[in-house]
């Protein structure tokens, strides 16, 4: 298992690519509002797009699609699919 | 009328799920909306009237859970479980079943009769994803019903449930949680047992051990003792799974959320991509995406002002008309002059109001209810966040062109106290339809175009680097953007004229009264002959400072009333709307730089006095008239190298 490579931050996935969550590092209170938006370790998460100047990130995420702003997004850790 | 025919029901659903439609369908004409006591959050109440029976229907805030992250969230459950409505009647978005669910599971924990209505069920299908409700009616044990409500359907059928299960007691569906979690839960339901709150014993234990601020609160001030228990409930739970809590359940209930959706929602992928797609795609596109936000931002104003420009024309010689008619009827003694005084501010607010503001409004909400203005978030986002805001705050602004009112109201949609604040002061310097008709009408007019789009790139930069200072100095986080992006659908004409009506009525009800008094006020001071000792006694500033005619000092007054009353008045003062005979074009740069930041209108005054109190409402009026002066001197003496 190589799985130490594949772990990385959402904001360094390319558009399109997308990931399983393994992490979120922040606050408690992120943590659990992330997560009563469905995005707990273990959840697919795809990035969409993001806007100019790596701005925030388009994802999607339980089937659905969410805006996280730049700063959330290099919280959340990922692995690679 | 007896009692038994009397209802209760409440609405609750995350954003977007379709639930104004549902409030609005149900209750039509027969709406109350007023706000929940000692808060600046709006309460929505109406009343339905269904075989014999009088329904009472509210409108909780649109949340996204039930724990104490915002003011909107506490009220929510504490009307849930303090008024114990009959029914309460949770609006999922069907396309967002997953994400909707974990709100649906924090709700049954609260322990209420419960409907749940699938909306949107229409668009579901479109995308090929079909629910198989009788399942999850089945999964959560309560009423499951399919609805569109932008159509209506589906609503009937609610109500109906709504009745039958006015009439029935049903047991309520407990969540499991893991064993862990489980056992703690009933270690403290026992402690709990004799505790008298007006919350469900579970629900208690479960808030609990999410360490939620309040209830620990609550509870600690009742039996300190079972808070010591909880932490070692806690400590043990955090050691066992490695996470807080907190977060250990609030896992779990997203995992339950997802395991419910894969048994019940099956997706048949489309063939080719939808149009939502390709539209989303070009909306939000690094370049198309902004090239399109500037050509639809701009088309919304410039059919705002053309045709705001021309209504306002046609009401101006209707009210001179009527201003004849007074004088010649009722007379021109002081009383006269003063009734006047109260009808012109009225007829000022309708000016406004008609022209502009209900234009602008509409386009405003057909662009939501289509789905852009969570697109504008998306991309301006980034640059709000160096003034410590984000996104959303850009629709304050963009709301703030038409009219400061409204775009100040509108920050109630930024999450923390902190961010709402900078939002509203950064909108109080945007140029709203009022300044516009001073900078086009003077600077555009006589001095070039050039010089009045250049006055609004200065404003712009301005407002940026005022956001920028004040995210410096006031002190705290900012909120990171969490939106959910929209699909695209088609605007629907109800909704549009629900939302623009109610966004209309809040802004007569706050801005009439003070208007009428500060119109009558400052009568009063013309008419006892003040305006000559004023207008000399602010001379070191209007002409020594600022360069422009004595006159300014009482123009500049009147102009707190309506921003456009400075260039009016300045007309009849002229005798002439020929501007270039009386003012140089550095003067008359120097009055609209003075005029655009000078002091917000007293409209928008009392907004800010209203949501945050007096002090704060004199400290940006006291902080921005000595912006404003410093900043046009400045911009005078700069202009002597030009002119």
């Not at chain 2, 109610?502 to 802004?507: C, H, I, S, V």
Request: charged residues 20%.
């Amino acid at each position: 298992m190589n799985s130490k490579t594949n772990e990385i931050l959402l904001t360094e996935l390319e558009d399109g690519q997308s990931g399983f969550i393994i992490s979120v590092h922040g606050g408690k209170m992120l943590i659990k509002r992330l997560a009563d938006l469905g995005l707990t370790s273990g959840t697919w998460i795809k990035v969409i797009r993001r806007t100019l100047f790596s701005g925030p990130v388009q994802v999607e995420v339980c089937g659905s699609r969410l805006v996280l702003g730049k700063g959330l997004a290099s919280k959340i850790m990922v692995e690679l699919k | 009328m007896t009692d038994g025919k009397k209802i209760n029901i409440v609405l609750a659903g995350q954003g977007n799920s379709g639930k104004s439609a549902v409030f609005n369908y149900l209750t039509g004409l027969h709406q109350h909306i007023g706000n929940w006591a000692g808060k600046t959050i709006e309460k929505r109440e109406g009343t339905l009237f269904y075989n014999d029976y009088t329904i009472d229907v509210l409108d909780l805030p649109g949340i996204y859970s039930l724990t104490t992250y915002s003011v909107e969230e506490v009220i929510s459950r504490e009307y849930i479980t303090h008024q114990k409505p009959d029914c309460v009647i949770n609006i999922v978005d069907s396309t967002n079943l997953e994400r909707n669910l974990i709100f649906t599971l924090q709700l049954m924990e609260l322990e209420c009769p419960l409907i749940l209505a699938l909306n949107m069920i229409d668009l579901a299908k479109k995308k090929g994803i079909t629910i198989d409700f009788k399942k999850l009616q089945k999964i959560i044990n309560a009423p499951v019903i399919t609805t569109v409500a932008s159509r209506g359907s589906g609503l009937t059928r609610i109500i109906d449930k709504v009745i039958e299960l006015k009439n029935e007691k049903k047991d309520h569906k407990i969540n499991k949680y893991g064993r862990e979690i489980e056992y703690c839960i009933e270690q403290l339901s026992v402690l709990l047992k004799d505790i008298n709150i007006r919350y469900p014993v579970r629900w208690l234990a479960i808030k609990l051990l999410e360490k939620d601020i309040e209830i620990t609160k609550l509870v600690g001030e009742l039996d300190p003792e079972i808070l010591d228990i909880v932490k070692q409930l806690c400590e043990n739970l955090e050691e066992m799974h490695g996470h807080d809590s907190a977060v250990v359940i609030a896992d779990e209930r997203s995992h339950l959320a997802s395991q419910i959706t894969r048994e019940i929602v099956k997706i048949t992928p489309g063939r080719k991509i939808s149009l939502n797609e390709k539209l989303d795609a070009v909306t939000t596109h690094k370049f198309t995406g902004y090239l399109l936000m500037i050509l639809i931002l701009g088309g919304m104003f410039y059919t705002v002002f053309s045709f705001g420009n021309w209504l306002s024309g046609w009401f101006d010689t209707i009210f001179k008309d009527w201003h004849s008619w007074w004088i010649n009827n009722v007379g021109i003694t002081f009383f006269a002059a003063m009734g006047w005084s109260a009808i012109e501010s009225v007829l000022a607010l309708i000016q406004i109001a008609l022209p502009y503001i209900l234009p602008f409004y509409i386009i405003l909400y057909v662009l939501e209810d289509w789905g852009y203005i969570a697109r504008i978030s998306f991309l301006m986002d980034n640059l709000m966040h160096k003034m410590g805001i984000h996104g959303k705050g850009c629709i304050s602004f963009i709301i703030g062109f038409g009219c400061n009112v409204p775009g100040c109201l509108s920050c109630r949609i930024m999450e923390s106290k902190r961010e709402r604040f900078i939002t509203a002061v950064l909108v109080t310097l945007v140029p709203c339809s009022a300044v516009s008709v001073i900078v086009f009408g003077l600077v555009g007019k006589y001095v070039g175009l050039a010089w009045a789009f250049g006055l609004y790139v200065f404003a712009m930069a301005l407002i940026f680097l005022a956001g920028w200072i004040s995210s410096k100095l006031i002190i705290g986080e900012p909120v990171e953007l969490i939106m959910p992006m929209p699909d695209y659908k088609t605007p629907q004409l109800k909704t549009v004229i629900y939302q623009t009506w109610d966004a209309l009525k809040e802004f007569v009800y706050i801005a009439a009264p003070i208007v009428v008094i500060l119109g009558v006020v400052i009568q009063v001071i013309n008419l006892a002959g003040w305006m000559p000792a004023i207008s000399a006694f602010l001379s070191p500033v209007t002409v020594t400072w600022l360069g422009l005619p004595a006159i300014t000092g009482i123009l500049l007054i009147f102009g707190i009333l309506r921003k456009e009353l400075i260039l009016v008045m300045l007309a009849a003062y002229l005798g002439t709307a020929n501007f270039s005979d009386a003012l140089s074009p550095q003067q008359m740069i120097t009055l609209a730089v003075v005029s655009m930041f000078y002091i917000p209108c007293v409209a928008t005054i009392s907004v800010l006095w209203k949501e945050y109190g007096w002090k704060k409402a004199m400290a940006i009026c006291v902080l921005e008239i000595l912006f404003a002066i410093l900043l046009a001197g400045l911009v005078k003496r700069i202009l002597n190298f030009v002119f």
